[in-house]
């Protein structure tokens, strides 16, 4: 079965202030799993890890080039997906986010509500959202869609400025409109 690898990717001086945030993107990871085989069919076996930047590791100023170095060494075969702590410098996507084969990051926006209660309807509204519209690239490309990128910004511009509203679920991978775990794009009309 294919891989799909999320990398939390943090700084040195902060691993143990994020390990709230690291808690949810484990779980965000099992739903993307369940996200990916209901909204586009496809399967795929979900890792999730957390990579440490700093003076004492070879990711000292981390960047695009060095996580797709990155993505190489541990193998172009699986689905990397990097959370970062930084912006991609160059991508066309409409998000902070930026694709390529097999390789996705997005800007990982910190949450308030400290390291054990981060706010998990801003990690949903900020961050799942925009994993979703980097996903949904990749996985259609994969797919053999040729309107892989303008496709998911038509969809990813009304959600922001039309009345389109995100999809939510719980922890339980059940719709849940009212207080979501998790929010994503409305792949409907993308497949
Ligand atoms: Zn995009």
Same mark, same amino acid.
């Given at each position: 079965?294919?891989?799909? $690898?999320?990398?939390?990717?943090?700084?040195?001086?902060?691993?143990?202030?994020?390990?709230?945030?690291?808690?949810?993107?484990?779980?965000?990871? !099992?739903?993307?799993?369940?996200?990916?085989?209901?909204?586009?069919?496809?399967?795929?076996?979900?890792?999730?890890? =957390? =990579?440490? !930047?700093?003076?004492?590791?070879?990711?000292?100023?981390?960047?695009?080039?060095?996580?797709?170095?990155?993505?190489?060494?541990?193998?172009?075969?699986?689905?990397?997906?990097?959370?970062?702590?930084?912006?991609?410098?160059?991508?066309?996507?409409?998000?902070?986010?930026?694709?390529?084969?097999?390789?996705? =990051?997005?800007?990982?926006?910190?949450?308030?509500?400290?390291?054990?209660?981060?706010?998990?309807?801003?990690?949903?509204?900020?961050?799942?959202?925009?994993? !979703?519209?980097?996903?949904?690239?990749?996985?259609?490309?994969?797919?053999?869609?040729?309107?892989?990128?303008?496709?998911?910004?038509?969809?990813?511009?009304? $959600?922001?400025?039309?009345?389109?509203?995100?999809?939510?679920?719980?922890?339980?991978?059940?719709?849940?409109?009212?207080?979501?775990?998790?929010?994503? =794009?409305?792949?409907?009309?993308?497949?």
């Amino acid at each position: 079965m294919k891989k799909l $690898h999320f990398i939390f990717l943090i700084r040195d001086s902060e691993v143990s202030d994020r390990r709230g945030e690291f808690e949810y993107v484990q779980d965000m990871s !099992s739903f993307f799993e369940y996200w990916i085989r209901e909204a586009f069919g496809v399967r795929f076996e979900v890792l999730c890890d =957390m =990579m440490v !930047s700093g003076r004492r590791s070879i990711l000292q100023r981390p960047d695009i080039h060095t996580l797709v170095e990155d993505h190489r060494e541990r193998g172009t075969d699986v689905y990397h997906f990097y959370l970062t702590y930084f912006r991609p410098l160059w991508t066309d996507c409409t998000c902070d986010g930026y694709h390529a084969e097999n390789f996705g =990051m997005v800007w990982w926006q910190r949450p308030a509500g400290g390291p054990d209660a981060p706010s998990v309807p801003f990690m949903a509204e900020k961050n799942c959202t925009a994993v !979703s519209h980097v996903l949904a690239h990749e996985i259609l490309r994969q797919k053999g869609y040729s309107r892989y990128v303008p496709a998911v910004h038509d969809i990813w511009t009304r $959600h922001h400025y039309s009345d389109l509203r995100f999809v939510g679920y719980g922890r339980d991978h059940k719709r849940e409109d009212r207080s979501p775990a998790f929010l994503v =794009m409305d792949a409907a009309d993308l497949v």
